[in-house]
C-alpha cells in the first residue's frame, strides 16, 4: 500500500516552473557564468561585473545555488560542471543560443488553453513557413551550438566506415554531415533543407574546411525527389514537427532512394513506446501547437512502425540523448 501522504508540493512546483526558466534567462543575460569562468566570482564583484545592486545579485544568486548551477564555498562562486561547459561565452561548447531559442515563443505558451481551442487548420511548416536566410541564420546558430555535440555522438554511435554519400535530412546547421566527413575521410555527404536554410548550411560548411565534401541540397523532404547515390541517411531533430502521417511519407521515401544495404537512422524527440513520456519528447510535441504545425510527439514503437512499413529490416532503436532523443534504425534488404 502506498503511504506517501499527498501533499500540493509538486503541484505548486510545476505552476511556478516558468519561474526557474526566467531567472535562468536572466542569469544568461547577466552573463553571471561567464564572470565567474572569468573568476569574478566573489558576491561584489559579480553585483559590479553585471550591473545589478548588491540586493539583486544576491537573489539571482541565491535561486542559481538552489538549482544547482553555481556552487558556493568560503565566499566564492564556481560554476556547476554543465554550467562551466555549455553557458560560459567563448567556450567551444557554449550552448546558449539553443537554450534560449525558444525564448521568444513564451508568450505564446502562455495563451496555450485559448490554442489549443483554436480550429484553425495548423500549417504543414508549422514555424519554417515564414523562413528567411537571416532567421534562418539566426535559428541555426542555436542548433549548430547543441548540434555539434549530437552530430559527433552520432559519429561516435554509428559506424559510417565504408559508407560512400549520406544524406542528411533536414541537416540544418550540417552538425552531423560535418561530424561524419570530419570522422570518416572517405565518406561524402549531402544536406537537403529548405531553401533558406541551406544558404546558412554552406556557411558552417565552409567555416569547418569541409564544403568540397558536403553539398546541399535545397528542397523539401517531403516532396522533393531525393538523390539516389547515397547508401546512407539521417534525419535528427525534426520529428515532431509533422505528423504520422508525413514521417511515414518521409521513411517511405527515404527507403526507395536508398540502394540495398541502404541504412536509415531517424533520431527524434520520441515517446517511450507505451506513451509515458519522457516529459521533454511530450512537450516537443505541444510545441508544434504554439507554432501551429499539425506535428505531434511520436512514440518509439510508432517509429519502428513507420520503419516495418516502409519494408526496412533490421529495425532496432536505442537511446541517444536519455530522456530526449531517441533513435530509430532500418537497413533495406539486400
Ligand atoms: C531542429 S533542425 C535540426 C537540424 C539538424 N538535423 C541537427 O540536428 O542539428 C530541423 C531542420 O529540419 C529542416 N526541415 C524541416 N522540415 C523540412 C522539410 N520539409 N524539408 C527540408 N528540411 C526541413 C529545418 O529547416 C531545420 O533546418
Not at 568560503?74 to 560560459?88: H, I, K, T, W
Not at 495563451?111 to 508549422?126: K, Q, W, Y
Not at 544495404?261 to 506513451?275: I, K, P, R, W
Not at 510545441?287 to 512499413?309: L, P
Request: glycine content about 10%; some cysteine; hydrophobic content about 40%.
Amino acid at each position: 500500500m502506498n503511504t506517501r501522504s499527498i501533499d500540493t508540493t509538486r503541484l505548486q512546483r510545476i505552476a511556478r516552473a516558468y519561474s526557474e526558466t526566467a531567472v535562468f534567462y536572466a542569469a544568461l543575460d547577466l552573463e553571471v557564468f561567464t564572470h565567474i569562468a572569468h573568476g569574478v566570482d566573489t558576491e561584489p564583484a559579480l553585483a559590479e561585473a553585471m550591473g545589478a545592486s548588491a540586493l539583486n545579485t544576491e537573489r539571482l544568486l541565491t535561486v542559481l545555488r538552489a538549482m544547482g548551477l553555481v556552487e558556493h564555498r568560503d565566499g566564492r562562486y564556481a560554476n556547476a560542471p554543465d554550467a562551466a561547459r555549455y553557458l560560459v561565452k567563448g567556450a567551444p561548447a557554449y550552448a546558449a543560443p539553443w537554450m534560449t531559442f525558444t525564448r521568444g515563443d513564451v508568450p505564446g505558451w502562455f495563451r496555450l488553453g485559448e490554442i489549443l481551442r483554436d480550429s484553425t487548420p495548423p500549417s504543414t511548416l508549422g514555424m519554417y513557413a515564414d523562413l528567411t536566410v537571416e532567421s534562418a541564420r539566426a535559428y541555426h546558430a542555436a542548433t549548430y551550438s547543441i548540434g555539434m555535440g549530437a552530430g559527433k555522438r552520432f559519429c561516435r554511435e554509428v559506424d559510417l566506415g565504408g559508407r560512400k554519400r549520406l544524406l542528411d535530412l533536414g541537416g540544418g546547421s550540417g552538425a552531423y554531415s560535418i561530424n561524419a566527413v570530419t570522422r570518416y575521410p572517405g565518406l561524402r555527404a549531402v544536406v537537403l533543407d529548405l531553401p533558406p536554410v541551406v544558404e546558412v548550411t554552406r556557411e558552417y560548411l565552409l567555416a569547418n574546411g569541409v564544403a568540397d565534401r558536403v553539398d546541399t541540397l535545397a528542397g523539401d523532404f517531403t516532396t522533393t525527389p531525393l538523390p539516389t547515390d547515397c547508401d546512407v541517411a539521417v534525419m535528427a531533430s525534426n520529428l515532431p514537427i509533422y505528423n504520422a502521417e508525413t514521417i511515414r511519407r518521409v521513411v517511405r521515401r527515404v527507403f526507395d532512394a536508398l540502394p540495398p544495404g541502404g541504412e536509415f537512422h531517424l533520431v527524434g524527440e520520441m515517446l517511450h513506446a507505451d506513451g509515458n513520456g519522457p516529459l521533454d519528447a511530450a512537450l516537443w510535441g505541444m510545441y508544434e501547437a504554439v507554432c501551429g504545425s499539425a506535428g505531434r510527439a511520436h512514440s518509439v514503437s510508432e517509429c519502428r512502425d513507420y520503419f516495418a512499413d516502409a519494408g526496412f529490416g533490421a529495425i532496432s532503436d536505442a537511446v541517444f540523448v536519455a530522456g530526449t532523443l531517441h533513435r530509430v534504425t532500418g537497413v533495406k534488404p539486400a
